[in-house]
Nanobody, 126 residues
Framework: QVLLEESGGGLVQAGGSLRLSCAAS???????????VGWFRQAPGKEREFVAA????????NYGDSVRGRFTISRDNAKNMAYLQMNSMKPEDTAVYYC????????????????WGQGTQVTVSS
């Protein structure tokens, strides 16, 4: 199992940038590199939306249509960290952002990741 904690959320103006971090804490005998990582977001009254995902090694990534070209997901297994760099931000990016982890590639771009953080609020002003 793995515990996840997001940080880096806040208020930013449209066109600005923000970097989210996800710190992972694994159980004894487990390692962070065994988990793929996804970023999701949810705005009030809307369904949870896939944002980005990264595989075990960081060699493969995927992005939701609404963020492709603006957001970049990365990870540092030595530091048990994953990141989401958000550039050219828009008001519609306003949401609570969650990081998630799972041992299986099957969940890749789905909402079925086993482990989730508590979320961090991102607000983009016009």
């Amino acid at each position: 199992q793995v515990l996840l904690e997001e940080s880096g959320g806040g208020l930013v103006q449209a066109g600005g940038s923000l970097r989210l971090s996800c710190a992972a804490s694994t159980a004894s005998g487990d390692i962070f590199s065994r988990y793929i990582v996804g970023w999701f977001r949810q705005a009030p009254g809307k369904e949870r939306e896939f944002v980005a995902a990264i595989n075990w090694t960081g060699e493969n990534t995927n992005y939701g249509d609404s963020v492709r070209g603006r957001f970049t997901i990365s990870r540092d297994n030595a530091k048990n960290m994953a990141y989401l760099q958000m550039n050219s931000m828009k008001p519609e990016d306003t949401a609570v952002y969650y990081c998630a982890a799972d041992r299986s590639f099957r969940v890749w771009i789905t909402n079925e990741y086993e482990y989730w953080g508590q979320g961090t609020q991102v607000t983009v002003s016009s």
